[in-house]
């Protein structure tokens, strides 16, 4: 006896976009460079042109949430770890192309020296455990912050990150940007440093130097500046991150401490930045915004 056919029914959401030839045309470039991102399935009702090309993220609230769940400090951070690989994963799914962390500024340095060695332990820890993520999902690495002779980073550590920036360097579906030891100020105070120094051996005219020309020699050089800069724990301050790359970036902060940051909270964050009209100082929305 022939069993009952069964009929499947698919009750994924269908995107209001789907049949809007500029979605399909921006979801087509998307994929040209990561073929598994699939924007209208994973945030249907954003059209996928208001998907952010580039989020910045201030991981704030580890050790808060840590001290509210009664254990370590540290084990606040590996949990934001934890964190910090989905939302990457998402952000794939999403077609985002560059996502930047800040999460070991210049001045945590003054931290309690135990906390500091744990720190730098567990960025071992996670670009070690990392890669096979980083390959599997084409993803290039890049740590942005003071680096090399007098900057404080250990050399062992810094030897793996190196490895892993010349290991994933030829892929394409997205950047992840990793700001250890970072400070916008001292970034800056960098890059105004070279210039000078080049001025001075008359290898550069000052009036040859434009914010293009300037915004090439910070640590963030070919990067597009953030789309949308995201801070949890809901601290109102942007503390020294992405001063010169953030002049037009839209802000989202929520309450959530970072290791409860879900992929449910980032598509809130997407939502909310959807809905709004950037105009870099005119009176009308950018031509990019359909």
Request: charged fraction near 25%.
């Amino acid at each position: 006896m022939t069993a009952p056919a069964t009929h499947t029914t698919d009750t994924r959401p269908v995107s209001p976009f789907a049949d809007d030839p500029a979605a399909h045309a921006h979801v087509a470039r998307v994929l040209a460079r990561n073929p598994k991102a699939c924007p209208l399935e994973a945030l249907p009702d954003v059209h996928p042109a208001r998907i952010p090309r580039h989020i910045a993220f201030i991981l704030d609230g580890n050790g808060r949430w840590a001290r509210q769940q009664g254990m370590p400090r540290i084990l606040g951070h590996r949990h934001g770890a934890l964190a910090v690989r989905e939302i990457i994963k998402e952000c794939g799914r999403l077609g985002v192309e560059y996502i930047t962390l800040y999460s070991f500024s210049l001045e945590n340095w003054k931290r309690p020296a135990d906390e500091v060695a744990a720190l730098m332990s567990l960025y071992q820890q996670y670009l070690a455990s990392e890669r096979t993520l980083l390959m599997e999902n084409n993803v290039r690495f890049r740590q942005i912050g003071r680096r090399g002779p007098g900057s404080g980073m250990p050399d062992v550590v810094m030897e793996q990150v190196e490895a892993l920036e010349r290991e994933t360097a030829g892929n394409t579906a997205a950047t992840l940007n990793l700001a250890i030891n970072y400070s916008g100020r001292a970034e800056i105070t960098d890059a105004a440093r070279e210039l000078a120094r080049r001025c001075l051996e008359g290898t550069l005219r000052p009036e040859d130097i434009s914010e293009e020309h300037f915004a090439g020699h910070l640590t963030t050089a070919g990067v597009p500046d953030p789309d949308l800069l995201v801070r949890t724990a809901g601290e109102m301050r942007v503390s020294n991150y992405l001063l010169w790359q953030i002049s037009y970036s839209e802000f989202y902060v929520t309450q959530t401490l970072w290791p409860d940051f879900s992929v449910a909270e980032l598509h809130k964050a997407i939502r909310e930045y959807a809905r709004r009209e950037r105009r870099f100082g005119g009176v009308t929305a950018s031509p990019t915004q359909p």
